[in-house]
């Protein structure tokens, strides 16, 4: 018998460490783009994953030439998330201080309508709120405001495959125009619901944020992909471990070890959005997506697969470094596939 390979490249990331459980399941925005809009926008959406199917859209790159367009159809699987409006339920602004960065200034709440059932979320909510006051507050420390952002609230109650009733709620930055457009535009949709179409439309690209499938405690096996030691050697001290055998030689913090595998916080740039519609049906496949039932309400199409298993949160985000080369706008789908994922 020759002689076994004794070395090999390193396994797994180093860019995900650590590899650890998601904080929250509804993830926290870190960093926001600076985009130049007309209009004031929120820049982010949440939505809910349904399933995938897969559709035909005419290759629309910038260097297809026109006369080759309409042959060039490509297959592309694509993800639904049912996008229901979010209520608009609060407006937080910030001032910046040169040593601690931005640090919150005061904020506005509206009073929730009872159908949103917010108490499921806030129990210690207050009943009554004046929401003049707490604008004419804003109003007053207008000098001092650095940046706007709003609090908005899911209404899964809405949504075709959820059972649940308690919202998810959301921290959302406003981008485009001045700083006072921003600001008027907030206290504008206080206490208002915001469409998906409001924010986003079709052909652009977003960044996807989400919490990943969670598998638990696994070994290095699974978790990093390394080899399993071979089955003719004696494994007195197991054959599925990785690192030195003797002692006080210790391991690198790089050297692949068991522990959390899964449920982690991700990012995926770059999704590009192909469809926007109010009625899920168009898309729900025969039987409903497994695992998730009938989208019954607004819905968006995105291209490729995002993190996470059905039902969970998804937060679609302004792309915070968008492709280098440019779409010619809204994509053209010339099929969608409404087959049943049953398996049947």
Same mark, same amino acid.
């Given at each position: ?91 937080? $602004?910030?001032?910046?201080?040169? /040593?601690? &960065? @931005? ?10 309508? %009872? +159908? #949103? ?88 690209? $977003?960044?996807?944020?989400?919490? /990943?499938? &969670? @598998? ?10 390394? %080899? +399993? #030691? ?115």
């Amino acid at each position: 018998m020759g002689r076994r390979k004794k070395s090999a490249p390193r396994h797994g990331s180093l860019g995900v460490r650590p590899r650890k459980r998601a904080s929250r399941i509804v993830p926290r925005i870190k960093s926001w783009p600076d985009v130049k809009l007309d209009t004031p926008k929120l820049l982010a959406f949440p939505a809910y994953k349904a399933g995938m199917t897969h559709v035909f859209v005419i290759d629309d790159r910038a260097h297809i030439p026109p006369d080759e367009a309409e042959y060039s159809e490509k297959f592309k699987p694509v993800t639904i998330l049912e996008a229901p409006p979010v209520y608009v339920l609060a407006v937080r $602004v910030y001032k910046y201080d040169t /040593t601690y &960065g @931005y640090q919150t200034l005061t904020e506005a709440w509206a009073q929730p309508p %009872k +159908e #949103l059932e917010l108490h499921r979320k806030i129990p210690t909510l207050p009943k009554n709120i004046n929401t003049e006051e707490m604008v004419k507050k804003i109003l007053e420390l207008k000098d001092q405001i650095a940046d706007v952002r709003v609090i908005v609230a899911t209404q899964p109650k809405l949504v075709g495959g959820l059972s649940k009733k308690k919202p998810d709620l959301l921290e959302i930055k406003i981008g485009g125009g001045t700083l006072q457009d921003r600001l008027d535009y907030a206290l504008k949709i206080l206490g208002k619901t915001v469409s998906v179409k409001d924010v986003f439309s079709e052909g652009m690209w $977003v960044d996807v944020i989400g919490v /990943t499938k &969670g @598998y638990g405690f696994t070994s290095v096996i699974q978790r990093f992909g390394v %080899k +399993e #030691l071979p089955r003719w050697h004696k494994h007195r001290k197991g054959s599925r471990k990785i690192g030195s055998r003797s002692p006080g030689i210790g391991t690198l913090s790089t050297t692949p070890q068991p522990g959390q595998y899964g449920f982690h916080r991700r990012t995926e740039y770059n999704k590009r959005i192909l469809k926007i519609g109010d009625n899920g049906l168009e898309v729900t496949p025969k039987g409903g997506f497994v695992g998730y039932g009938i989208v019954r309400g607004p819905y968006i199409m995105l291209e490729g697969s995002v993190p996470g298993p059905k039902k969970r949160l998804i937060v679609l985000r302004y792309p915070v470094r968008p492709p280098p080369y440019e779409t010619k706008g809204k994509p053209q789908i010339t099929y969608i596939s409404l087959e049943s994922k049953q398996g049947a």
